[in-house]
């Protein structure tokens, strides 16, 4: 409640969240958080284009393994 009387929009989801920004920031604790967060509506509904940034200090094989299964892989 108090970033949205600083100017933050709430949003219902993540899925709202997702096809509503250009860029997507997380920072959680563990891996199936981010798992989650991913599965649970931003790969699905983010933008073409948009720029997902994850700041969570989790297992470095876990993101590897999420770039695969989204073929973002190089």
């Given amino acids: 409640a108090k970033m949205t009387s600083l100017g933050a929009t709430a949003m219902p989801d993540v899925a709202s969240l997702a096809s509503a920004c250009d860029i997507i920031v997380t920072m959680v604790p563990a891996t199936k958080h981010v798992q989650g967060l991913m599965q649970g509506g931003i790969f699905d509904n983010a933008k073409e284009g948009s720029l997902l940034i994850d700041c969570s200090t989790i297992d470095p094989l876990a993101h590897r393994f ?8 190089r």
């Fill in 66 to 73: 999420r770039d695969i299964q989204r073929g973002l892989s």
